[in-house]
């Protein structure tokens, strides 16, 4: 067995924070903006370790998540698309600064290699450029989910 890689250790800060990207619309445009995902799937229809190589970082978090799907467990980072870092930073300073801190009660996840859960397309997670935050009952506000 591979070790799985180590993805690049970055800190989210707001002075990393790029032109904001105009948002992508369906999987060819995904693909378009951020990389060709499967130039990376092996044939057995696995994620080759590249893609976290060439593509992800992981990035430390401003304040402790809770895990959605193991509550008694806090995240204090995340890997994500390393071109997203300044935004999901910045989303989070959003978060802060309009005092919803205490209203982010759970962290679903971002980067995840898998399909949508309605059909056969792969999830924004397999590029890390979706978050879930309180995926219980999708509080809004935050980052918009691209699984739809
Ligand atoms: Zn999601």
Request: charged share 20%.
């Amino acid at each position: 067995m591979e070790k799985p890689p180590i993805a690049t250790d970055v800190v989210l800060s707001a002075a990393e924070v790029e032109p904001p990207l105009v948002p992508p619309h369906g999987l060819d445009e995904i693909i378009g903006v951020f990389g060709d995902i499967r130039e990376y799937i092996g044939t057995d229809g696995q994620l080759e370790a590249r893609w976290q190589l060439e593509f992800l970082a992981k990035a430390a978090l401003p304040f402790p998540l809770r895990l959605s799907w193991d509550p008694v467990r806090t995240e204090t980072r995340m890997t994500c698309l390393r071109r997203m870092t300044g935004i999901f930073a910045s989303v989070f300073t959003r978060i802060q600064e309009g005092g919803l801190q205490a209203s982010v009660t759970s962290f679903g996840g971002c980067f995840a290699f898998r399909r949508q859960r309605t059909g056969s397309k792969l999830s924004a997670h397999s590029w890390g450029i979706a978050i879930d935050l309180n995926p219980e009952s999708n509080l809004q506000g935050t980052v918009g989910d691209m699984d739809a």
